[in-house]
């Protein structure tokens, strides 16, 4: 956030915007105190903000205005009830992320957002009659896992084989409804698509600083093209281009020798076959856009669902009588004697106890804190407060999840605050792990999805507990832009 504000100041050639009746907020040393802690700690500094000014509060330096989002009243009025009016990206996150607002991510809510999103949507929930079941293409990817870890038996499992082994699985699923393929996790080229992801997730707090070197062309060299975030998603660009026109070359053959039967199995065939109809909306529907509408498939839907599994591990092995529970229920509905555990959605209403443990670890451990930053499309007003055209506005998911005002004890690990007296889940307007309004997470059908296949096999299968004789773990999470578990290790069960 701190970045965000010095690089706009640096960079004057990003639109400004006038502050006239702005919400309240930090200024002149309290504001170098803020900023200051934002660096070390962006929750503490938000937290504090939060109780000083309110709901709604502003952070000014330079040109720059940004208000910062808090509660579920004020949020939803943002992202919901006035969702379209503050559904744009502010110029700074565009430029900053160097992809000149294509995909959808950082494309504004424009008619091109609204027709891709839609297909996309489409796609993601994988209903055509052609096409493998969402549920299918998990449970694929969940058995190479379901072979690893079975290997780790009564061993000492490592935070940072987990969270690979995690994270290839869930590339996976990506990887099949993107391309529509699945690797083996030793794939030559599947193992660049994970390399290139850890290179944009380097967990280095300072790699954010450096991307201020492109606004600088005399920046350039070595030094600062490793450590710019655009290299690695560069890499999944140019494979994603291999991949397109590998499905170009299959269309034309299939075209010569079928009908004109569409035969659509991922987002490209989709893609490509609005392609091919031409009409109005062909401007919408180009290679580039495509190129960056995958990557963003990678960066947004790989990284969050393999952390909150981390986290959904970790909390297991911290609370061994919730996660008996857990199993209680499974094999109330799987025996225990399955040799392989089939789970689909469809067992998410024989198992609430278990969707009430997802949904918790969310709440409590929520990755994605600090909403992608919106900006005002045009001149409004909220809470009274005027919001000139442009600004950007940051969502504070943190105030929404962690507050006592909404949740009793919110810092206790409690699943039963999901359920309802009859033992159902009950929606919590509270409860906003995916966003909400026209920019709410568009795989999160994905998500919730992956979420509950891959835990429920994993706990049906095995347990999880902390080693008696190492350094303890923590449930303290590494806060950076997003909340990952530090290091830990478990100790893995075969059940």
């Not at 700690?41 to 000014?60: M, R």
């Not at 193992?191 to 201020?212: G, K, V």
């Not at 180009?286 to 947004?300: A, E, K, P, R």
């Amino acid at each position: 956030m701190a970045v965000f504000l010095l690089c706009k100041y640096l960079y004057p050639g990003i639109k400004q915007t006038t502050s006239v009746n702005l919400p309240p907020g930090p200024t002149g040393c309290s504001l170098i105190m803020f900023l200051l802690q934002a660096f070390r700690n962006p929750i503490v500094a938000l937290e504090n903000a939060h109780k000083t000014f309110g709901d709604i509060y502003s952070v000014k330096i330079g040109p720059i205005s940004m208000v910062i989002v808090n509660g579920i009243e004020a949020m939803t009025e943002v992202l919901v009830t006035n969702g379209k009016v503050f559904a744009g990206r502010p110029d700074l996150f565009v430029k900053l992320t160097g992809n000149d607002g294509q995909g959808l991510l950082t494309r504004q809510h424009d008619a091109a957002f609204i027709t891709q999103r839609a297909l996309v949507s489409k796609c993601l929930r994988c209903t055509g009659k052609e096409q493998l079941s969402l549920d299918a293409r998990i449970q694929h990817a969940t058995s190479q896992l379901i072979e690893w870890m079975d290997g780790k038996s009564c061993q000492l499992l490592d935070s940072s084989d987990a969270s690979r082994y995690l994270q290839t699985t869930t590339a996976n699923v990506v990887c099949s409804i993107a391309y529509g393929r699945q690797y083996c996790y030793t794939d030559s080229n599947f193992q660049h698509l994970i390399s290139s992801m850890d290179e944009i997730f380097n967990s280095n707090p300072f790699r954010m600083i450096f991307q201020l070197a492109r606004f600088f062309p005399y920046l350039t060299g070595t030094v600062f093209k490793e450590l710019d975030l655009r290299t690695g998603i560069e890499k999944v660009a140019a494979y994603s281009e291999t991949v397109i026109n590998e499905h170009k070359i299959t269309a034309a053959a299939a075209a010569t020798r079928t009908t004109n039967k569409t035969n659509v199995q991922d987002i490209i065939d989709a893609f490509q076959t609005e392609q091919r109809k031409g009409g109005s909306d062909l401007s919408h529907f180009t290679d580039t856009q495509l190129v960056y509408l995958l990557c963003d498939m990678f960066v947004s839907g790989t990284e969050t669902t393999t952390t909150s599994l981390n986290w959904a591990l970790l909390y297991m092995a911290y609370y061994p009588e919730i996660q008996d529970r857990v199993q209680r229920e499974l094999d109330k509905v799987f025996p225990k004697e399955c040799v392989v555990t089939v789970v689909c959605r469809e067992h998410m209403q024989s198992l609430p106890y278990t969707m009430a443990t997802i949904m918790e670890v969310l709440r409590i451990r929520h990755v994605a804190y600090i909403g992608v930053p919106h900006c005002a499309t045009k001149d409004t007003t909220l809470n009274g407060f005027h919001i000139p055209s442009g600004t950007m506005v940051i969502t504070n998911f943190w105030s929404v999840h962690m507050n006592d005002k909404y949740w009793d004890n919110p810092l206790k690990f409690n699943p039963e605050r999901m359920l309802g007296e009859n033992g159902r889940i009950v929606t919590k307007k509270a409860f906003m792990p995916f966003g909400a309004g026209p920019r709410s997470c568009l795989g999160r059908h994905v998500a919730k999805a992956e979420l509950f296949i891959i835990f429920s096999t994993l706990l049906h299968r095995y347990s999880y507990s902390l080693p008696i004789n190492s350094p303890p773990s923590t449930l303290d999470p590494r806060i950076g832009i997003s909340l990952t578990p530090k290091p830990y290790k478990l100790i893995v069960h075969r059940r």
